[in-house]
């Protein structure tokens, strides 16, 4: 019997989003590696293991696979301080925000050295979105911090630098990775030793403004 058009309409759904999925991971790696100059279409098929006819099927140009690749890293940091959010405790607020920040640098360390790169060579590709969705996000959560300051609830710091020590602290873990593994007897950080770290990023930036 023949499948509903139902089902082989989710079935093909399936197979797409689990192509672009390869596709995206695997280029994900290249960029970070090469650059967008250096990152071949023909070198991101050959690591995702499809043919380089189905990268140009699902990206139409390798610019637009840079520019989804760019956002959903981006994205999924901002999703990460959805902390100020769910809680009105600031010490909460930034735990939350820093660990899952640097969750997302062990989880994907390629996406995170990609957009430092990206920033480094200028923001060639980045500059609209950075200066749109970024900027409006970065600026919602320094009005939170202003009125906690404002309220007595931490320290009166400047939010602006708070946020990019965060970003920056957070992210080295994953762009300077392999400085890390060298300084740890040339090996990987284990799942405690990354877990220690975490914590004492955690205690330093709390106790740095007042939220020990």
């Known amino acids: 019997m023949s499948k509903k058009p139902a089902e082989n309409g989710a079935h093909k759904a399936a197979i797409r989003q689990e192509n672009e ?114 900027k409006d996000w970065l600026d919602s959560r320094v009005v939170v911090i202003r009125d906690w300051i404002a309220d007595g609830k931490m320290d009166d710091v400047e939010p602006y630098t708070l946020m990019y020590m965060i970003f920056a602290t957070t992210q080295h873990y994953a762009d300077f990775g392999r400085q890390i593994e060298i300084f740890n007897n040339d090996k990987p950080l284990t799942d405690e030793q990354f877990a220690e770290a975490k914590e004492n990023v955690v205690r330093i930036i709390l106790k740095g403004v007042g939220l020990a």
């Open 21 to 134: 999925e390869q596709i995206l991971a695997a280029a994900e790696r290249v960029f970070a590696d090469f650059g967008f100059k250096g990152a071949t279409t023909a070198l991101i098929a050959e690591t995702a293991n499809v043919p380089k006819s189905n990268v140009h099927y699902y990206f139409n140009t390798k610019e637009a696979l840079y520019r989804r690749i760019m956002e959903d890293v981006c994205d999924h940091w901002l999703e990460a301080a959805r902390t100020f959010d769910n809680s009105v405790d600031p010490a909460e607020i930034l735990r939350g925000y820093i660990e899952a920040k640097m969750d997302l640098s062990r989880a994907r360390p390629y996406g995170s050295r990609l957009w430092a790169h990206e920033i480094i060579r200028g923001a060639k590709f980045s500059s609209r979105y950075i200066s749109t969705t970024v």
